[in-house]
Structure formats: structure tokens, C-alpha cells
């Protein structure tokens, strides 16, 4: 069974950190693209970062960019993102997702839905003073 577990999500300041993780199972997690998505309330989901199945390149969103930081641990079949500098804009609900892919210095492209495979259940992330 797949799965696809998010945690790390918080009620922070503008201005402060955290750090998402997301736990895969159930699928060979080398051979997969993963990213995160976001979804504000009111608004259409989003994509924020995505990261090659060895970690060796990235991709991010302009409006995170510089700010976030998106990893891999294929030994432990976890993706993190670190969310430095955090805006009220960046409150949301925050997914993992999955693509299969080819190539290992392939970027799963963020704005084609149709490609990411598996999806977590999401962790809320709300900046607010």
C-alpha cells in the first residue's frame, strides 16, 4: 500500500522556521520525483518545490525562492522541506507528491498535474503574528 505521510507542519511567526518531512512507502522510492505542493484556503493548490530522484537537482517556485529548501534521504525514503524567513502568505495546507521518472536528473515539472502519481494527506502550515 502506498503512503505518503507529511508531518512538521505548525502555527509559527513571520519571520521564523520549520521543516516539513514526508515518509514514503509502499513504492520504490529512488525511481520517483518528489515535491511539495501548497494549498491556501480559497485557493487553487500550488506547486513550491520539487526535487530529482537522487536529490542532485532542485526546482522553486519564485515566490520561495531563496527562502526554501527542499532535500532527500533515499536510505530513509523521506523528502524535507526547510522554510526559512516565513510570510503570512506562505499559510496553507503543504503536500508531498510523488512522479516517476526516467532519468535520475530529471525535475518533475510542478505545473503538470497529470504526473504526479502519489499524493500525502497534507500538514497545515499557518504564519500568523
Known amino acids: 500500500q502506498v503512503q505518503l505521510v507529511e508531518s512538521g507542519g505548525a502555527s509559527v511567526q513571520p519571520g521564523g522556521s520549520l521543516r516539513l518531512s514526508c515518509v514514503a512507502s509502499?513504492?520504490?522510492?529512488?525511481?520517483?520525483?518528489m515535491a511539495w505542493f501548497r494549498q491556501a484556503p480559497g485557493k487553487e493548490r500550488e506547486g513550491v518545490s520539487a526535487v530529482s530522484r537522487l536529490g542532485e537537482k532542485t526546482f522553486y517556485a519564485d515566490p520561495v525562492k531563496g527562502r526554501f529548501t527542499i532535500s532527500r534521504d533515499n536510505s530513509n525514503n523521506t523528502v524535507y522541506l526547510l522554510m526559512n524567513s516565513l510570510k503570512p502568505e506562505d499559510t496553507g495546507v503543504y503536500y508531498c507528491?510523488?512522479?516517476?521518472?526516467?532519468?535520475?536528473?530529471?525535475?518533475?515539472?510542478?505545473?503538470?498535474?497529470?504526473?504526479?502519481?502519489?499524493w500525502g494527506l497534507g500538514t497545515q502550515v499557518t504564519v500568523s503574528s
Open positions: 509502499g513504492f520504490n522510492f529512488d525511481l520517483y520525483g
Open positions: 507528491a510523488g512522479a516517476h521518472v526516467g532519468y535520475t536528473w530529471v525535475v518533475p515539472r510542478l505545473a503538470s498535474p497529470g504526473l504526479w502519481k502519489y
